[in-house]
Nanobody, 123 residues
């Protein structure tokens, strides 16, 4: 089955940038839509972004203009570029995947999840 591993998290100052990676193994990501989620202490998991198999991304209002999702099929990896980071962006970030052959899926249901990577924004 598809396996996902997130990386790229760390400690960054407000206004800084991080690039998260989500690497897949055992299956190609060509036929999987990808979602990015985050969970802060004491809060429920929330959707951050999604990107369809055709490469079209969507974003939560809280990150529009600051985050950019992309995918590199040659590397079987998806990315989340995070700019102008704020303390409220602090959370564990997860990538998730689900099969899609339509090329347009960018919803909330995903079947496969990574282990998460910690992002901390603090001065």
């Amino acid at each position: 089955q598809l396996q996902l591993v997130e990386s790229g998290g760390g400690l960054v100052q407000p206004g800084g940038s991080l690039r998260l990676s989500c690497a897949a193994s055992k299956r190609t990501l060509d036929y999987y839509a990808i979602g990015w989620f985050r969970q802060a202490p004491g809060k429920e998991r929330e959707g951050v972004s999604c990107i369809s198999t055709s490469g079209t991304p969507n974003y939560a209002d809280s990150v529009k203009g600051r985050f950019t999702a992309s995918r590199d099929n040659a590397k079987n990896t998806v990315y989340l570029q995070m700019n102008s980071l704020k303390p409220e962006d602090t959370a564990i970030y997860y990538c998730a995947a689900t099969r899609d052959y339509s090329g347009s899926y960018c919803g909330y249901h995903y079947d496969y999840w990574g282990q998460g990577t910690q992002v901390t924004v603090s001065s």
